[in-house]
C-alpha cells in the first residue's frame, strides 16, 4: 500500500491534504532492510495514518487524474479491521525490540553488560503468555529466530565475554542466572591466569599486594562456583 501510494503523486499529494485536514504531521515511511528498526517505524506511522487512509478510500474516485488501473491496485491493498489489528498487534511485540536496539546502540554507557539484561528481557517478554492470540502466535514465531541467533552455547566466546561483563556492572550484577555467573567467574578466573602467564613482566611490575589480591579473589569464586 505504502509504495503504491508513494509512487502516485496524486495519491501522494492526497494524503498529504488529507492529514493536514487531520492535523496529522509527517508522511507514510517505507521501511530499509539494512536499517535496525525501520519496519516498527514504518508501521508506528501506517497506524498513525489509519484515519488518513481511511477518508482517501473515501475519496478515491472523485480524486482527479487517476486511472482506473491505479484505482484498482489500490482498491487491492485496502486493509481491513482485522487487517489493522493485526498490524495494532505487530507493533506491539515489535516495540520491545525496538526499544532493546535502543538499548544496546547507546554512547554514554557500557552496552556489552547491558546486552545480558536485554537479552534477558526479551526472552520473558517472549515467553509471557497473553490472551491475545495475534500476539501470542507472533511471539512464538519470533521466539524461534531469537533462540537460533540469540541464544549461545554457555562455553562460546561471545557468551562468556557478555556473562563476565555483566557479573563486572553493578547494574546488571543482581540479575545474572546461577549458571551464567558459574561461567563469568570460571572464565575471569581462567583470563587472569593467562595474562599472567603470557604477560610476566607486565604484570610484575604492579605493586605484588594487588595481583595478589585480585588473582587471590578470582580463584575463591571459581572454587565457590565449582563447588555450588
Known sequence: MITTIRKSSILHDAIRTIAHSLSIDGDLILDMRIRWNSSYNML???????????????????????????QAKLMGVHLSNNDWSLLQSLRYVLER????????????????????????????????????????????????????????????????????AALLDPSTHDILKREDRKVAEKFLVLEAKRRLKDNPIEYKSMPMTTVAGDTEELERNDSLAITK
Open 97 to 164: 525490540f525496538s526499544d532493546a536496539t535502543e538499548l544496546v546502540s547507546g554512547k554514554n554507557y557500557p552496552t556489552l553488560s547491558i546486552a545480558y539484561a536485554v537479552k534477558l528481557s526479551l526472552h520473558h517478554f517472549l515467553n509471557d503468555l497473553t490472551s491475545d492470540n495475534n500476539v501470542r502466535i507472533m511471539k512464538q514465531m519470533l521466539q524461534v529466530e531469537f533462540d537460533q541467533y540469540m541464544t549461545l552455547p554457555l562455553d562460546a566466546v561471545e557468551a562468556n565475554i557478555i556473562n563476565a
Open 44 to 70: 508506528c506511522r501506517l497506524l498513525l495514518f489509519q484515519s488518513v487512509l481511511d477518508e482517501l478510500y473515501v475519496q478515491v474516485d472523485s480524486l482527479s487524474g487517476l486511472t482506473k488501473r491505479q
